[in-house]
């Protein structure tokens, strides 16, 4: 299941605003049309928007097809403000621009055509690295899952949202490759049903147990013992610990701690943003009216009514039970964790 790829000099992306009703991949070969994918959700999680963002800039390079050093680096840095403008929360987009950027801004000594060609191998690079960062997130993450266990997930974070495989998603597929006994419940995640359309889906493609709920369910299975463990991913995390991830995680959050079930996150250090020491610091992305207003196109809400639709909330350490990474698993303190993760 792959929702990026790289094939013929261009960037093959799963157009996930189709799932679950149509499976549909369309080619980008220019850096404009990455940058529309990414604005328009078509390739979407953090992860995989930093893995798509990479494959913009190599497209960028290609397309400038003159051998001189100076024009391309301008050209390199129009294609990066242009996808560094697309989603303002998700770290990841611009952890991957910087290791870009840092191809052409130590090759000066190359000709053009070798930055091009480092550009790409870096993007494939990105792209390979996620996957192995997926997988032993995954074998980190899957000692926390008891057997028999009833998993709430938030959003998707799972193959679709990274290079495969999956951060969360990735935690409950290593425990059910290792033979638990498992089931996940799915929340829709409105207002855009990434958990109805995408991660009920992709569990089923898997034929990993998963039943689909509605998002204002989620206290009530809580309430009657039905919900082990709650495991979502992150678009960005503090330093200290601070979960910045889809709008109503911290809903959720919320029930959880109160219900005294451990809220687990899976993200890679990657995701993790050390300039950052609070939840208040991370922007947050607000999106158009018109996807709280339609549900599939389909108008649900009187169409002159204002809308508030901010993307993402942001969880306090306080509330997270523990951060699974590829290195590891960080507990409280986070800041102290984090950084002895991030270090080793």
């Keep these: 299941m792959k929702a990026v790829d790289w094939k013929d000099n261009s ?9 679950p009703v149509e499976v549909r991949f369309f080619a980008c070969r220019s850096v404009g049309e990455v940058a529309e994918a990414i604005t328009d959700m078509k390739v ?3 992860p995989a928007i930093g893995v798509a963002a990479a494959y ?5 390079a290609n397309s400038y097809r003159g051998e001189n050093k100076d024009e391309l680096i301008l050209h390199l840095q129009a294609a990066q403000e242009k996808l560094a403008a697309t989603r303002p929360t998700a770290v990841n987009l611009f952890w991957a621009l910087d290791r870009m950027k840092k191809i ?3 090759g000066p000594q190359g000709s053009a055509a070798q930055i091009r060609q480092r550009l790409e191998e870096e993007a494939v690079r990105i792209q390979e690295e996620d996957l192995v960062r997926n997988k032993q997130m995954g074998q980190h993450g899957c000692v926390l899952i008891p057997e028999k266990a009833s998993i709430l997930t938030h959003c998707n974070a799972g193959a679709l949202a990274t290079a495969g495989y999956g951060t969360a998603l990735g935690v409950v597929r290593a425990a059910y490759e290792q033979g638990k006994d498992i089931r996940v419940y799915a929340d829709e995640t409105r207002p855009l049903l990434q958990g109805a359309r995408l991660t009920a889906w992709e569990l089923l493609e898997d034929h990993i147990p998963v039943t689909l709920i509605t998002d204002n369910m989620a206290g009530y299975l809580m309430q009657q013992g039905k919900i082990d463990l709650v495991l979502v991913g992150a678009d960005r995390i503090t330093s200290h610990g601070d979960v910045a991830n889809k709008i109503g995680t911290y ?6 701690r109160h219900h005294k079930i451990p809220f687990y996150v899976a993200a890679p250090l990657s995701t993790i943003d050390p300039k950052l020491a609070r939840g208040e610091e991370i922007p947050i992305e607000e999106r158009a009216a018109d996807e709280v207003r339609k549900i599939g196109g389909v ?3 009187p169409a002159g009514v204002g809308v508030y639709n901010p993307a993402f909330d942001v969880t306090p350490a306080k509330l997270v039970t523990a951060i699974i990474t590829e290195k590891g698993v960080c507990k409280a303190p986070y800041g102290q964790s984090i950084k ?5």
């Design 56 to 60: 913009g800039i190599a497209l960028a």
């Design 11 to 19: 960037l093959v992306l799963l157009d996930q605003t189709c799932l």
């Design 251 to 256: 809903s959720v959050a919320v029930l959880a």
């Design 104 to 106: 052409w801004q130590s």
């Design 44 to 46: 979407r999680g953090a």
């Design 340 to 344: 002895r993760l991030r270090e080793e």
């Design 299 to 301: 108008q649900t809400a």
